[in-house]
């Protein structure tokens, strides 16, 4: 059909694998033999996964990433429809429990190549420096083994690599600018700034998010259609399946879509030596690697640990500590709903466009540690409705009145830091999925400082979004963002991989997703996964075949690689003070 | 107490100006004469395919029995009650619901106190029947509106009168829950709906270009607003939170949104 940006679209069938309305994937993919040994086999393309394998592919490694889902092509397999995009989310069988259950698959996470950030909202804020040392400062959570400095450069690289819009200036944390201009708010974004101005609150307009504002060589720019968590047709809103993925294939890794990695197995000497999966056809194969890497996300890196359960480890896999599957956490994310007089019509516009992280740092003045962050969030029709039955209690023509009035709502986010509880955690239920693997069981329960900061937080973003100019205001509780569950420390007894994340158990047994954080703070965890995802590539690539010879751990920290960017992202954007860099 | 037997006359919400009943009518809501369909050019070809399926092709029901089809039909009558709509622009639920746990699909986790769907749709609508012949002594199907919106706020309110032998299996309010969430996730999921709320739609690849102040495209319509009414006697039309949580915090929302 014609279409009035891009010219004439092609037929879906035998026809270029698109990403995105322009972007295509046009390198032959490289095929590892049956029984081939490889470097290593990575478990997830998605935002650690993605990066990782990107990285030890640029680096000349034998790479070969497996997913669970498919291979997206947007243009035969998205739709511009939320009933329509269920696929995207994993709905394999879960089990939730605990006294705060979370609600998972289309709330949680992805299934197929570019894992969750194919439908995140791409919300790309930095930790604060703080968030490194909660314990130290405030007395709860844990210290990470790291430093905001560590992982600094890691978030410059990745900001332009997606690349991140946002303002030339964003005052909190560590301050700094972003390298693409910021967006035009929608109706949310301006409810947000009205709220926030009216009570003296500084707010971000435009970012961090990481979508382009412009097009920028075969991404096209953001079209304002609002359909981000339903996976971006465009190509504009970054997502490791168009970012990173391509550039990993170019330079020779192999991508298995379809195929469930069921058990890392393990050889002779603590070492692993390659993984189990079931491929495409349902049949259980083995792919033989002298390294691997789990990025399941995390529910199903700790089940795929807990599942891979075996002789000296028979409480799972690198699980010496019995911290496999533990401090699991959830960001509180409830949202905030307004009625307005005047229409705001909150589909257009991407869902993330602004927000304020004023409240983000402990204030002695509160009774609880830590602090939230309030942001735009734009439910779809179906979303908007779940949101009125949770948070009105609405059915029947209730329902159908206030869906009438869908135009006039608008909605923020909170995002509020829970703290890791060691009982919050990832373990095997009885039941089986469908390919006879115990099934993850969730459970998740609140502690005190978490429902202080959640009663606090929530009543903020609410008497905001009165500010505002809302007449009705209500809201629904909602957790969202896990990370957590294989925690990287520096003491083997409590933490499951160091700062490399590698495991404390096993020499060449990694995992480099959102498992590995110790804490959350209050900001969207993608970007951090992704920069953790980079250092710990320096850190492979550096060690070389070290790795895979040996059970010694240097730790010692890598020099930053600057050249691993794929094209035209590094040393682009907008010139900005970085002479830390210049190496 | 109420009268069991008879239908009610009308159940169709009113206009207060006119107090007369509005419909049966093609798009109930606030902006007439506006069809998301007629973009459907402006579509991909994919999207296209996978709205107008929904529109033109209406799964057969292969999980229920016709009995508890018939049932459940009459339970979404009330829980998404479409009684202004004329019959042409009535937008089939339980066909969806059925091809859903015929496949067996959906978000794919369960909380642990819930059974599978599937085995919670039948045990509801089981629980539903036998509160029905508890206290009216006759099926749900035969109750009056009246009635049957009784039996459903008893659910909403976690306070069920009858099949506590169920209700000890399966929470009361997760149930509901799962029900309202079934029917609203097909209704708002057809154009139809998108034409009664205002909600533009599909958007790729010619894009959404007013952002401000909630204007609508130019191929959108304006608002048009006048008072509606649920019906009169409706017991649905009212706004109080569901009931059996412990606590606020206990009942997440499911969407996802940030
Ligand atoms: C609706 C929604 C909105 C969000 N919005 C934001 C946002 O605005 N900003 C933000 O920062 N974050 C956001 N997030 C969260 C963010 O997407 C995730 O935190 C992040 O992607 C996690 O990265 P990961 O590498 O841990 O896992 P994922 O990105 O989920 O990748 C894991 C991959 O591993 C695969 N996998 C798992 N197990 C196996 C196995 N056994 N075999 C083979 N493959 C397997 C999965 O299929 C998946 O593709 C959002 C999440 C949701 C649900
Ligand atoms: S709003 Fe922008 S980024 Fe989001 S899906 Fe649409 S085009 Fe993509």
């Not at chain 1, 990403?19 to 994937?25: R, V, Y």
């Not at chain 1, 075996?310 to 690198?318: H, K, R, V």
């Given at each position: 059909m014609s279409s009035p940006l891009f010219g004439k679209f092609r037929s879906p069938d035998g026809k270029p694998h698109m990403?995105?309305?322009?972007?295509?994937?046009d390198v032959p993919m490289h095929r590892y033999a049956d029984g081939e040994e490889v470097d290593y086999a990575i478990v997830g393309t998605g935002a650690g996964g993605g990066v990782l394998a990107q990285r030890l592919a640029r680096a000349g490694f034998r790479v070969v990433t497996f997913d669970a889902g498919p291979f997206w092509d947007t243009e035969r397999d998205w739709v511009s429809d939320e009933k329509g995009s269920h696929q995207l989310y994993w709905t394999n069988r879960r089990v939730t429990g605990g006294s705060h259950p979370l609600a998972l698959g289309e709330n949680n996470s992805g299934q197929g190549v570019g894992g969750s950030t194919v439908h995140w909202a791409s919300f790309t804020p930095r930790l604060h420096p703080s968030d490194f040392h909660i314990h130290s400062l405030d007395g709860v959570g844990v210290d990470w083994p790291l430093d905001y400095a560590d992982v600094r450069p890691y978030y410059e690289l990745m900001e332009l690599e997606l690349p991140v819009s946002g303002p030339a200036y964003f005052p909190w944390g560590d301050p700094h600018g972003y390298p693409y201009g910021a967006h035009p708010m929608g109706g949310v974004g301006d409810a947000l700034i009205r709220g926030c101005t009216a009570l003296g609150i500084p707010v971000s307009a435009g970012g961090p998010v990481g979508i382009l504002e412009g097009s920028r060589a075969d991404r096209p720019h953001c079209i304002y259609r609002g359909f981000c968590i339903q996976g971006c047709k465009v190509g504009a809103k970054a997502s490791t399946l168009i970012t990173h993925v391509p550039d990993a294939i170019a330079n020779g890794a192999e991508i298995r879509a379809n195929c469930m990695v069921s058990r890392v197995a393990l050889g002779s000497n603590r070492r692993v030596n390659g993984v189990f999966y079931f491929g495409p056809d349902g049949r259980e194969l083995f792919q033989k690697a002298k390294a691997v890497v789990i990025a399941g996300y995390s529910i199903e890196t700790p089940r795929l640990l807990l599942n891979s359960a075996?002789?000296?480890?028979?409480?799972?896999?690198?699980n010496s500590s019995d911290t496999v599957g533990r401090y699991l956490m959830a960001q509180a994310g409830n949202v905030v709903l307004g009625r307005f007089d005047?229409?705001?019509?909150?589909?257009?516009?991407?869902?993330?466009h602004a927000l304020t992280e004023e409240f983000y740092e402990t204030d002695p003045k509160r009774d609880f540690a830590r602090g939230f962050a309030i942001q735009t969030v734009g439910p779809l029709p179906i979303s908007f409705a779940k949101q009125m039955m949770s948070a009105k209690g609405a059915w029947g023509w209730g329902l159908r009145r206030l869906l009438m009035d869908y135009n006039h709502w608008a909605s923020f986010g909170l995002l509020g830091e829970i703290l890791p509880h060691a009982e919050n955690r990832v373990q095997l239920a009885d039941e089986k999925d469908q390919f006879g693997l115990p099934v993850a069981k969730v459970t998740f329960n609140l502690g005190d400082n978490d429902k202080k900061l959640i009663d606090f937080g929530k009543n903020k973003v609410m008497e905001v979004m009165h500010a505002a100019g809302a007449e009705e205001v209500v809201q629904e509780a909602r957790y969202a963002h896990l990370v957590g569950a294989a925690r990287m420390g520096n003491d083997p007894q409590t933490s499951v991989v160091d700062r490399f994340g590698r495991t404390h158990d096993i020499a060449n047994l990694f995992i480099c997703d959102g498992s590995i954080m110790p804490t959350q703070g209050s900001a969207n965890p993608g970007l951090t996964v992704m920069s953790l995802a980079a250092r710990i590539a320096d850190y492979l690539i550096i060690q070389g075949n070290a790795i895979f010879a040996s059970d010694k751990r240097d730790m010692q920290t890598s020099p930053i690689r600057?050249?691993?960017?794929?094209?035209?992202?590094?040393?682009?954007?907008m010139p900005r003070p970085v002479n830390h860099l210049v190496s | 107490m109420t009268d069991t037997t008879a239908r009610d006359a009308d159940l169709r919400p009113v206009d207060p100006a006119t107090g007369k009943p509005l419909g049966p009518m093609e798009t109930p809501g606030y902006y007439p004469r506006y069809h998301t369909l007629d973009q459907q050019k402006f579509w991909d070809a994919k999207t296209r395919e996978v709205i107008l399926d929904r529109v033109n092709n209406v799964p057969p029901i292969r999980f229920f029995t016709p009995e508890q089809a018939r049932l459940l039909e009459a339970v979404c009558a009330r829980v998404l009650p479409q009684d202004d709509r004329d019959d042409a622009h009535k937008i089939p639920i339980v066909p969806q619901i059925d091809k859903r746990l015929y496949e067996d699909k959906g978000d794919g986790y369960r909380y642990e106190d819930m059974p599978p769907d599937r085995e919670a749709f039948i045990l509801g609508l089981q629980a539903i029947e036998q509160m029905a012949q508890e206290r009216f002594g006759r099926g749900f199907l035969d109750l009056r509106t009246r009635a049957q919106e009784e039996l459903l706020k008893a659910l909403h309110d976690a306070e069920?009168?009858?099949a506590h032998d169920i209700w000890e299996r399966m929470p009361v309010h997760r149930f509901f829950m799962l029900l309202v969430k079934d029917c609203a996730e097909n209704y708002y999921a057809h154009p139809y709906a998108w034409d009664e709320i205002g909600f533009g739609g599909?958007?790729?690849?010619?894009a959404y270009m007013r952002l401000e102040r909630g204007q609508p495209e130019p191929w959108e319509v304006h608002e048009r607003r006048y008072e509606w009414e649920p019906p009169n006697a409706s017991l649905s039309g009212e706004y109080e939170s569901v009931a059996g949580q412990e606590e606020q915090y206990g009942s997440p929302g499911q969407g996802g949104t940030h």
């Open positions: 990403l995105g309305a322009m972007q295509t994937l075996c002789d000296g480890f028979e409480n799972g896999l690198a005047q229409p705001v019509r909150m589909y257009k516009a991407p869902p993330a600057y050249d691993l960017s794929p094209p035209d992202t590094w040393g682009h954007g | 069920p009168w009858g599909p958007a790729y690849p010619r």
